[in-house]
């Protein structure tokens, strides 16, 4: 229990100390993703343990701090917040949790809007004459930023029209655009003080400027969410959606991407279509809101504490966040190649949180100019790997340090070269550098490689360390005795490992070349050289036209082979490996199945449909062991289009250009499955 207490204690502390930060300050010391995670974490806490929830939670409250130099005003009912989803299960739950509550199984109407990123203020109209505006504050009361509101061109300060109620109160958000927002920060780049981090934070700096000339000169925009009135209207405005359409009757200005709608199917097209278009908006958005429509069920859904039971917001995954750099380290690859690796402050990004990012060569880091103690920006390529776009310009500190590549190795020392046509520097002390020997190792007994079971990288590096193997010879001499000295190793295991090296030492040419690690011989570059040279000592003898002339092997990779075996410690291991620890394959059985494969061997293949035998990527891995390319459209180029059920378009180019087609059965036969 006292550990729960410490854990929400810490929570709620550093929660508060970013809340003070973000409204307080307008600084976004952390991400919004990242605030959410540890709000969520803490609710969690606190729902399984109820009774350390104390008034002063950040969760049973809505919003923040105040800043000084405005004056207070209430507001005439709270401004709340909206609960979150990032998925659309939240937002199925939210569905099924009105239909519970209010015991109706009909389809509900839903209106979805933008979720703008700005600032939530609220303005009040008395008949129909701009009175005051404030911001959200702590949800109860807000700072007075009449006059600053009053020099926002899109808020009219006088509404026009029919029907205008006596008082009207209208909620919305104040923004700023992208483009203000560039040209802002163009203005202040030599003054960090005065520098935005995004435009929300420009937005809130500028709204809340004592000098409300500045607010006009920012280029504020508003837009209208919602609107209450405090006196009866003429007509009948019974819908969200009808209220918001009477405000622009009104002259505000209300976002026009809205739709009404009532399957979650229609929600999430929503979403996807504007998260695939947030980026090329003027301004920010970070998710969408769904709103019950009628304006009678939200009055029967209420409110909790903190957000309205009629409203969610669907939120968008951030795919770019600021933080700091702290380190970065080269690390020395299974090949020797030094990878320079980026380590900065955790950041949140598309659910995940990252702490570092490969840089992969000097050229990058020379692209970046980076500096440790520089802000950067970190995204997720392709939504998935971690990638260091660009340094925040101009807000460089004073002990910014710069990055520079070492000269000599991180592990072992030796003087590092650079390859020019691959851009990659690299030592090459090969087996006598601890960290190659390690992951060569480790390597060569690989599943793909010559496998062994159980051998795994704590093992490897133990043996390592108690000095019983330097190369992959000296596995084949450790006795079940060896293995019984190390930790977590015992009897069962150290036969089942000795047995296993035993088992290893039959492979294929295919498998003994790829276990080599030769730079840039993986698993299909592998196949081909053994397709091709069938032997093992006339590929050690090839030169390297010879190996350039093999389709799929270009220059760099041809030479990294030529090398690896022109290199006398290479031939002397290959030599004892096969001579006394005894690996061996059939050559003969290479030659044979070779007859069937050479029908394959080279060839461009293309697929088309779906196969009853084998899924694509197995059917896919089949044809590149046959030696084969398997390429994705139909060319001139294609030599065989292989087609199953429903096949597409590529069927008919291929007969167009009279290329050879196969069908599922006819591959079978000849590659001998049944
Ligand atoms: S409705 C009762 N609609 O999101 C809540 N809010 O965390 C009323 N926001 O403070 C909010 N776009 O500042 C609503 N179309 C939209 C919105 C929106 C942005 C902001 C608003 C609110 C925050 C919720």
Redesign the pocket.
């Given at each position: 229990m006292t550990s729960t207490k410490n854990k929400i204690t810490k929570l709620r502390k550093n929660i508060l100390k970013y809340e003070y930060f973000y409204h307080t300050l307008n600084q976004s010391i952390i991400s919004d993703a990242e605030y959410d995670y540890l709000l969520n974490q803490l609710y969690n806490l606190e729902l399984k343990n109820k009774k350390l929830i104390t008034s002063d939670s950040p969760t049973q409250k809505v919003g923040s701090g105040l800043l000084k130099n405005f004056k207070k005003i209430k507001h005439f009912f709270p401004?709340?917040?909206?609960e979150?989803t990032f998925d659309i299960n939240g937002y199925l739950n939210f569905e099924k949790r009105i239909k519970k509550s209010i015991s109706i199984n009909e389809l509900i109407s839903f209106c979805c809007?933008?979720?703008?990123?700005?600032?939530?203020i609220s303005i009040i109209y008395e008949e129909g004459v701009f009175v005051r505006a404030a911001t959200?504050g702590d949800g109860f009361q807000g700072e007075n930023i009449t006059a600053n509101a009053r020099m926002i061109e899109s808020i009219p300060l006088q509404l026009k029209g029919i029907d205008i109620p006596k008082r009207l109160e209208v909620?919305?958000?104040v923004f700023m655009l992208k483009s203000n927002f560039i040209k802002l920060n163009e203005k202040y780049k030599n003054n960090k003080q005065k520098y935005f981090s995004n435009p929300r934070n420009a937005a809130a700096g500028s709204l809340r400027h004592i000098d409300p000339k500045i607010t006009a000169e920012r280029k504020l925009i508003f837009s209208c969410?919602?609107c209450y009135f405090f006196t009866e209207t003429n007509e009948e405005l019974n819908t969200h959606y009808k209220r918001l359409m009477k405000c622009v009757s009104w002259g505000l200005p209300v976002?026009k991407e809205i739709i009404i709608c009532s399957s979650y199917v229609e929600v999430k097209e929503f979403y996807k279509k504007f998260e695939k278009k947030r980026n090329f908006l003027d301004f920010d958005?970070d998710g969408i809101?769904i709103?019950v429509n009628s304006i009678e069920l939200q009055k029967k859904l209420g409110?909790n504490t903190k957000?309205?039971r009629w409203?969610i917001?669907f939120k968008f995954f951030s795919s770019e966040k600021i933080t700091l750099l702290n380190d970065v380290k080269f690390q020395v690859g299974r090949t020797g190649v030094i990878t320079p690796v980026a380590y900065f402050n955790p950041v949140y990004i598309s659910g995940v949180m990252i702490r570092k990012a490969s840089l992969h060569n000097k050229y990058e880091i020379e692209r970046l100019n980076l500096h440790v103690n520089d802000s950067v920006i970190i995204c997720r390529s392709g939504d998935v790997i971690p990638k260091l776009l660009s340094v925040v310009k101009n807000i460089r500190c004073k002990n910014a340090k710069k990055i520079t590549f070492p000269e000599f190795c991180p592990v072992c020392n030796t003087k590092l070269l650079e390859n020019t046509d691959e851009k990659l520097i690299r030592c090459h002390s090969g087996l006598t550098c601890d960290a190659q020997k390690k992951k060569a190792l480790y390597h060569f007994f690989s599943k793909k490689s010559l496998y062994v079971k159980g051998l795994g990288p704590k093992i490897i590096n133990e043996l390592i360390k108690k000095r019983f193997v330097k190369n992959p010879i000296d596995f084949f001499y450790l006795k079940d005795l060896d293995f019984i000295k190390l930790k977590n190793v015992g009897k069962k295991k150290s036969l089942k490992i000795i047995n296993s090296i035993i088992q290893c030492k039959k492979t294929t040419l295919k498998c003994f070349i790829y276990a080599l690690g030769i730079p840039g011989v993986g698993e299909i570059v592998s196949q081909k050289i053994s397709n091709y040279f069938l032997k093992l000592d006339k590929l050690m003898n090839a030169d390297v036209l010879e190996l350039n002339s093999i389709d799929g092997i270009g220059k760099v990779i041809a030479n990294n082979i030529f090398n690896y075996f022109y290199t006398v410690s290479n031939r002397k291991m290959i030599n004892e490996l096969i001579t006394k620890a005894g690996i061996y394959w059939d050559d003969q059985e290479l030659q044979k199945s070779n007859i069937k494969k050479t029908l394959f061997l080279n060839k461009k293949i293309v697929l088309t449909g779906v196969f009853n035998s084998f899924s694509r990527t197995k059917l896919k891995r089949i044809l590149i062991n046959l030696g084969a390319n398997v390429l994705h459209n139909i060319s001139q180029k294609t030599d065989i289009l292989i087609y199953g059920k429903n096949f597409g378009s590529k069927f008919f180019r291929a007969k167009n250009l009279k290329i050879r087609i196969m069908n599922e059965e006819e591959l079978k036969h000849l590659i001998q499955i049944k």
């Amino acid at each position: 229990m006292t550990s729960t207490k410490n854990k929400i204690t810490k929570l709620r502390k550093n929660i508060l100390k970013y809340e003070y930060f973000y409204h307080t300050l307008n600084q976004s010391i952390i991400s919004d993703a990242e605030y959410d995670y540890l709000l969520n974490q803490l609710y969690n806490l606190e729902l399984k343990n109820k009774k350390l929830i104390t008034s002063d939670s950040p969760t049973q409250k809505v919003g923040s701090g105040l800043l000084k130099n405005f004056k207070k005003i209430k507001h005439f009912f709270p401004m709340l917040s909206l609960e979150n989803t990032f998925d659309i299960n939240g937002y199925l739950n939210f569905e099924k949790r009105i239909k519970k509550s209010i015991s109706i199984n009909e389809l509900i109407s839903f209106c979805c809007e933008l979720k703008l990123d700005g600032i939530a203020i609220s303005i009040i109209y008395e008949e129909g004459v701009f009175v005051r505006a404030a911001t959200r504050g702590d949800g109860f009361q807000g700072e007075n930023i009449t006059a600053n509101a009053r020099m926002i061109e899109s808020i009219p300060l006088q509404l026009k029209g029919i029907d205008i109620p006596k008082r009207l109160e209208v909620r919305g958000e104040v923004f700023m655009l992208k483009s203000n927002f560039i040209k802002l920060n163009e203005k202040y780049k030599n003054n960090k003080q005065k520098y935005f981090s995004n435009p929300r934070n420009a937005a809130a700096g500028s709204l809340r400027h004592i000098d409300p000339k500045i607010t006009a000169e920012r280029k504020l925009i508003f837009s209208c969410y919602g609107c209450y009135f405090f006196t009866e209207t003429n007509e009948e405005l019974n819908t969200h959606y009808k209220r918001l359409m009477k405000c622009v009757s009104w002259g505000l200005p209300v976002k026009k991407e809205i739709i009404i709608c009532s399957s979650y199917v229609e929600v999430k097209e929503f979403y996807k279509k504007f998260e695939k278009k947030r980026n090329f908006l003027d301004f920010d958005i970070d998710g969408i809101v769904i709103k019950v429509n009628s304006i009678e069920l939200q009055k029967k859904l209420g409110c909790n504490t903190k957000s309205p039971r009629w409203a969610i917001a669907f939120k968008f995954f951030s795919s770019e966040k600021i933080t700091l750099l702290n380190d970065v380290k080269f690390q020395v690859g299974r090949t020797g190649v030094i990878t320079p690796v980026a380590y900065f402050n955790p950041v949140y990004i598309s659910g995940v949180m990252i702490r570092k990012a490969s840089l992969h060569n000097k050229y990058e880091i020379e692209r970046l100019n980076l500096h440790v103690n520089d802000s950067v920006i970190i995204c997720r390529s392709g939504d998935v790997i971690p990638k260091l776009l660009s340094v925040v310009k101009n807000i460089r500190c004073k002990n910014a340090k710069k990055i520079t590549f070492p000269e000599f190795c991180p592990v072992c020392n030796t003087k590092l070269l650079e390859n020019t046509d691959e851009k990659l520097i690299r030592c090459h002390s090969g087996l006598t550098c601890d960290a190659q020997k390690k992951k060569a190792l480790y390597h060569f007994f690989s599943k793909k490689s010559l496998y062994v079971k159980g051998l795994g990288p704590k093992i490897i590096n133990e043996l390592i360390k108690k000095r019983f193997v330097k190369n992959p010879i000296d596995f084949f001499y450790l006795k079940d005795l060896d293995f019984i000295k190390l930790k977590n190793v015992g009897k069962k295991k150290s036969l089942k490992i000795i047995n296993s090296i035993i088992q290893c030492k039959k492979t294929t040419l295919k498998c003994f070349i790829y276990a080599l690690g030769i730079p840039g011989v993986g698993e299909i570059v592998s196949q081909k050289i053994s397709n091709y040279f069938l032997k093992l000592d006339k590929l050690m003898n090839a030169d390297v036209l010879e190996l350039n002339s093999i389709d799929g092997i270009g220059k760099v990779i041809a030479n990294n082979i030529f090398n690896y075996f022109y290199t006398v410690s290479n031939r002397k291991m290959i030599n004892e490996l096969i001579t006394k620890a005894g690996i061996y394959w059939d050559d003969q059985e290479l030659q044979k199945s070779n007859i069937k494969k050479t029908l394959f061997l080279n060839k461009k293949i293309v697929l088309t449909g779906v196969f009853n035998s084998f899924s694509r990527t197995k059917l896919k891995r089949i044809l590149i062991n046959l030696g084969a390319n398997v390429l994705h459209n139909i060319s001139q180029k294609t030599d065989i289009l292989i087609y199953g059920k429903n096949f597409g378009s590529k069927f008919f180019r291929a007969k167009n250009l009279k290329i050879r087609i196969m069908n599922e059965e006819e591959l079978k036969h000849l590659i001998q499955i049944k």
